[in-house]
């Protein structure tokens, strides 16, 4: 790709095969020409990058965080703290954000550190897709990095190669005031912002459409009290504001902008769309602890970033009897947590450990349930245990068996329950047979086990016993 | 005086005596009273319970005896089916996911009415808990839990009072020699052992009903006592065992009991 400035074509960006040949980021047209024959150029479109880049930004903001904006002309900046929870912790998210890049063909990197700065660098230094940098590391790990990742104007970098400099640990660990001197206070700004010696507060990006409320003090505030009948007026407004559109909020964010400009957000995510003033009130009044009002409290703003249509519906009368709660508040303070909230649903397989999976707690009621009346035990084991046992082959139940050191004698047993496997899964699964018995020891206890095979032909399994569950 | 005429109670002297318990039970502010009770059916068992059987809006504990207090499998499914016999949804609290739901909707318990909560920590089991009554509205909220404080069980039962939902506290020990635990006082309203027995005997070669020694160790204003009675049915009802176990004769007194 090709770019402009003035008269001057450079090479603005390169993939990797061209990479190969030896072409590199800001070298002329005409010298990379002259090293590859054939060599395709396109003309870079700044603006529409740029548009492009607002609109992922935009995404993420609805997707990801309450605070993000564009960094720089390639790269965009998320404030994640108090909002990673929604997705799972730290890891999990930055999966799932390098995931979709990759889904639509695009190459990201994405990194988590302490600061932006850090982060900065470490998105543009990594090979791999995500890295995170741990909590109070961030000295170590941006010691080694180039000082083109300082964010520093290229002339300045260009004269600090001169002078040697090659890597941030380097410039880190020298005298500031001579360089502050030479370069101005640049350098020392860009370094202190990436270690955390100063803020660095994120502007936000925005858009009309967004419904925004916000409430700014003359006096700064910090007391939870206070904090809290301030939160509760502006979701009346935001209410007010969505019911005139006719609008439920999915997510909504809380952003305490602070006395020294820092910036705080807080995210909490609805499973339907909701326009209840107590529901949204419970949810940010929950976490309200977790606000640091610091020197005090300037502005709080409540934005909702996700807006989905609510019609109004008419409600049951109450002479009706058998009104059926609604638990969906109850599952969002759940899910705000952090907790894992899940219903069970029935999957149509035989073989016990998929037959059951995990659907959304607010998903509509399915109706249909598990058929049959078969035994089944309360308790599955996470992978069937191997166990040892006496039996006469190829129908009967053991006589005895010894699972986890214990040795048992059968008492009674039902059996046996044959499940096929299911060669549409797997092609092992072809011929594979298991067969289940009920089986009951002295003292009562019953447990699920069984035989890999039908007894009789070796292809089906191979006649080892497992234990997989236990009855009441 | 007072005692020498108590044999000989008329009808009038009962009646002021139970109008005084309740404007006692009204002074003490315990309101399970009006929440009502979720009797088992079983007129022996809801006989030794006060008000005729689990209250709603209480706590009641579950624990299992021998390798049901590492497993719980009994005990999961006693609660089960008390919590499929109540109305409205349920939340399930747990942080070891291996609960097998088949067996769940074998006892009348249908996969949308239980909404499970999963956590990491055992003390956020307790906050959700407490979350989940505190909510109302729902039919019973069960805990599975290895430590259950008296603190965290006064704060459980509490709530409960408060709005008359069920609270079932499953408890689940990662060894079996940490179940002395259950020992500890809590401030649970009815506390249950439920140990496997021997199915019931089949004419035919076979697994029979299953068959439980329910041993209910402590009740508030109540007395002990101990039953052998056939697992939960399809909806989640129990009921005595032929053969039932005396609630006087002492051979049949559990070891783990007291």
């Known amino acids: ?472 | 005086m007072t005692a020498a005429r108590a044999p000989g109670m008329s009808d009038g002297a009962s009646d002021v005596i139970a109008d005084l318990r309740e404007r006692i039970s009204a002074l003490e502010g315990t309101s399970t009273r009006k929440a009502g009770c979720l009797a088992f059916g079983v007129p022996e068992i809801d006989a030794v319970l006060p008000g005729g059987g689990l209250s709603h809006g209480a706590l009641h504990e579950f624990a299992g005896g021998g390798a049901g207090t590492v497993d719980g499998a009994a005990t999961a499914l006693f609660a089960a089916g008390i919590a499929a016999r109540t109305k409205g949804p349920i939340v399930w609290c747990l942080t070891r996911p291996d609960l097998f739901f088949p067996a769940l909707t074998q006892v009348g318990l249908h996969p949308d009415r239980v909404i499970f909560v999963e956590s990491d920590k055992e003390e956020d089991v307790l906050a959700n808990m407490e979350e989940g009554l505190s909510f109302g509205g729902l039919g019973a909220v069960v805990g599975e839990l290895v430590r259950l404080p008296m603190v965290g069980s006064r704060r459980l039962q509490l709530a409960a009072e408060r709005t008359g939902t069920m609270a079932l506290a499953v408890r689940r020990w990662r060894r079996q020699t940490e179940a002395s635990d259950f020992g500890q006082p809590t401030a649970s309203t009815t506390r249950w052992r439920v140990s496997v027995m021997p199915s019931e005997e089949l004419p035919v070669p076979g697994v029979g009903r299953a068959k439980w020694f329910l041993e209910l160790m402590r009740v508030k204003a109540g007395e002990c006592a101990e039953f052998l009675v056939r697992a939960c049915d399809e909806q989640g009802r129990i009921d005595l065992s032929t053969g039932s176990a005396d609630r006087s004769d002492p051979a049949r007194r559990s070891v783990h009991s007291g």
Request: with cysteine.
């Open chain 1, 1 to 472: 790709m090709i770019a402009k400035s003035g008269p001057k074509r450079w090479v603005s960006s390169v993939d990797a095969a061209a990479r190969k040949s030896g072409l590199r980021v800001g070298m002329p047209a005409a010298k990379a020409q002259a090293l590859f024959r054939g060599l395709m150029m396109v003309d870079a479109e700044p603006h529409l990058d740029a548009a492009a880049l607002e609109r992922i930004t935009l995404w993420a903001l609805t997707q990801y965080s309450p605070i993000v904006a564009v960094d720089g002309l390639n790269g965009i900046v998320l404030d994640t703290e108090g909002a990673d929870h929604l997705q799972g912790g730290e890891l999990p998210m930055i999966t799932k954000i390098a995931n979709q890049f990759l889904a639509k063909k695009l190459t990201a990197r994405v990194a988590i550190a302490d600061t932006w700065g850090a982060a900065h660098a470490c998105a543009r230094a990594i090979s791999r897709e995500t890295v995170i940098v741990p909590k109070a590391k961030t000295a170590a790990a941006m010691e080694r990095l180039p000082i083109t990742l300082l964010r520093l104007p290229e002339k300045v970098v260009g004269d600090l190669r001169t002078l040697g400099f090659q890597a941030i640990g380097e410039l880190a660990n020298t005298p500031r005031a001579p360089l502050t001197l030479r370069f101005g206070p640049e350098i020392g700004r860009r370094l202190d912002q990436m270690f955390g010696r100063i803020g660095e507060p994120i502007d936000p990006i925005r858009t009309p459409e967004l419904i925004e409320v916000s409430r700014a003090f003359a006096e700064p505030i910090g007391a939870a009290e206070t904090i809290n009948k301030y939160v509760g007026r502006l979701v009346v407004q935001l209410i007010e504001e969505l019911q005139k559109r006719g609008l439920g909020v999915r997510r909504a964010d809380l952003i305490v902008e602070k006395v020294d400009g820092t910036r705080q957000a807080i995210r909490a995510g609805t499973a339907k769309p909701a326009r209840d003033v107590a529901w949204l009130t419970k949810l940010f009044r929950d976490r309200t602890e977790k606000i640091e009002p610091g020197f005090g409290i300037e502005k709080l703003t409540l934005v909702a970033v996700m807006a989905e249509p609510l019609s109004d519906v008419q409600k049951v009368s109450s002479l009706i009897e058998d009104e059926i709660t609604d638990v969906t508040p109850l599952i969002d303070v759940y899910g705000n947590r952090g907790q894992r909230v899940y219903r069970m649903a029935p999957v149509a397989s035989d073989v016990p450990e998929r037959s059951v999976q995990r659907i959304a707690a607010a998903s509509d009621p399915l109706t249909v349930a598990w058929v049959g009346h078969w035994r089944r035990p309360v308790r599955l084991l996470p992978r069937p245990e191997p166990i040892t046992a006496i039996a006469l082959m190829p129908d009967h139940p053991p006589a005895s068996i010894t699972w986890r050191g214990k040795r048992r004698k059968v008492k009674c047993a039902d059996g046996p329950e044959r499940i096929f496997g299911e060669w549409w899964q797997r092609d092992a699964e072809m011929e594979a047979v298991r067969d289940y018995f009920v089986i009951e020891d002295e003292s009562g206890e019953r447990l699920w086990i069984f035989r890999a095979g039908d007894g009789v032909d070796p292809e089906t399994g191979d006649h080892r016993w497992f234990c997989h569950g236990i009855f009441a």
